[in-house]
């Protein structure tokens, strides 16, 4: 983006788009325990990207957490090696599409997995995919479910998953049009296209920003409450009558420039720039944390509401409004505060609504925030 953040701001920007995509390590020893981070890739990031590059005029900020990068980049690296030459992926989920678990433990435990990675109101359109999944749950022993059903749960499993700009790929017509009985065949095909659509999402998002159409921010390395670990008094700001640790965090102001260090290291890897601005993990701001990234030269970091309100309106006073910029102290690092319940629509209670009565709602609410 340009040199100075959010260059709108002095033409009254009324809302400014930052989309937080973060994932925790799932990695022990190489080995995915969870399959989380793939499965939000095919269905959240794959889709916001394809939504930004639609719309010419849309504008946003993402920001990556770089443990997020790398396993996104580990993931597309193990993709191409099952692709090219049917190496092991290091994911029981995931592998299933390569080669089906033997009966017995192995392929119950993939069965049991793939029953619990519900991906909320959108599997609705899949009623085979809910049944199967709610039958094996019931099952004593589902390591004895034969290789035809369970091969079908599992592609569909991968299937309702899929975001909308993947569904209309032909790969996936194919298949969701097919119904059931998929062949490992299918299963391989639904992988390939897994292995493209890993491959090519931060490729995608590095365009995006190469042609100024999204600014890409950071989070320190493994998203640390930063503010804590360069002085527990923090948390006193907000809530005085904590309890706290006698003696301070050991080596914690080290370790949160780590954090910050790393994390940078991670990005410009992966994206080929420094970020002007940076999330703080969980939102967590404090006057030490401002200081270091304003020495670690971000522009402009963010927090939300509620951590405005509880660091700068006293008892009994109305609390500043969060549609506001901030600086503190002379520092050169500009703050912004998210509206937390818009956040919160958007987030979490919109995808429980009918689609039209969500955007209705969210216009109106964005109509009163304006006024």
């Known amino acids: 983006m340009s040199s100075d953040p959010f260059p709108l701001a002095q033409e009254r920007l009324a809302v400014v788009l930052l989309w937080h995509m973060h994932q925790p390590e799932y990695r022990v020893d190489g080995e995915w325990q969870l399959p989380?981070?793939?499965?939000h890739a095919l269905k959240g990031y794959a889709?916001?990207?394809?939504?930004l590059e639609a719309v010419e005029a849309a504008r946003a900020v993402v920001n990556f957490t770089?443990?997020?990068l790398e396993q996104l980049q580990d993931y597309a690296r193990c993709l191409q090696a099952a692709v090219a030459h049917n190496a092991r992926i290091p994911d029981l989920l995931l592998d299933s599409l390569r080669a089906l678990p033997?009966?017995?433990?192995?392929r119950a435990a993939v069965l049991v997995l793939a029953s619990r990675a519900d991906p909320g109101p959108i599997a609705d359109r899949h009623p085979r995919w809910r049944a199967c999944a709610e039958r094996i749950g019931r099952m004593a022993q589902p390591g004895l479910v034969g290789d035809t059903e369970a091969r079908s749960f599992l592609v569909w499993t991968h299937l309702v998953w899929?975001?909308?700009s993947l569904r209309d790929d032909p790969?996936?017509?194919?298949?969701?049009?097919?119904?059931?009985?998929f062949s490992a065949d299918d299963a391989r095909a639904l992988l390939r296209l897994i292995a493209r659509t890993l491959g090519a999402l931060l490729p995608r998002y590095r365009r995006l920003a190469d042609q100024n159409r999204i600014e890409l921010s950071v989070t320190p390395y493994q998203h640390p409450l930063a503010p804590l670990l360069l002085d527990f008094h923090a948390a006193a700001d907000t809530a005085p009558d904590v309890t706290l640790p006698a003696s301070p965090y050991p080596g914690g102001a080290e370790r949160a420039r780590w954090h910050i260090d790393e994390g940078l290291r991670v990005f410009e890897s992966a994206f080929g720039r420094r970020p002007l601005g940076c999330w703080p993990a969980e939102a967590a701001l404090s006057q030490d944390l401002l200081a270091l990234l304003a020495q670690t030269g971000f522009r402009w970091?963010?927090?939300s509401a509620s951590v405005l309100h509880a660091s700068a309106a006293p008892a009994g006073t109305h609390p500043p409004h969060p549609h506001q910029f901030w600086r503190s102290g002379g520092q050169s690092t500009l703050c912004l505060f998210r509206?937390?319940?818009l956040s919160d629509r958007m987030g979490f209670v919109y995808q429980h609504w009918n689609a039209s009565d969500a955007l209705n709602e969210l216009l109106l609410h964005l109509e009163r925030i304006a006024a």
């Open 339 to 341: 509206d937390d319940g």
């Open 36 to 39: 989380w981070t793939y499965l």
């Open 66 to 68: 770089p443990v997020l």
């Open 171 to 181: 790969c996936a017509q194919q298949l969701l049009q097919a119904g059931d009985d």
């Open 301 to 303: 970091t963010a927090s």
């Open 102 to 106: 033997p009966a017995g433990p192995p």
């Open 162 to 164: 899929l975001g909308e």
């Open 47 to 51: 889709d916001m990207a394809a939504h």
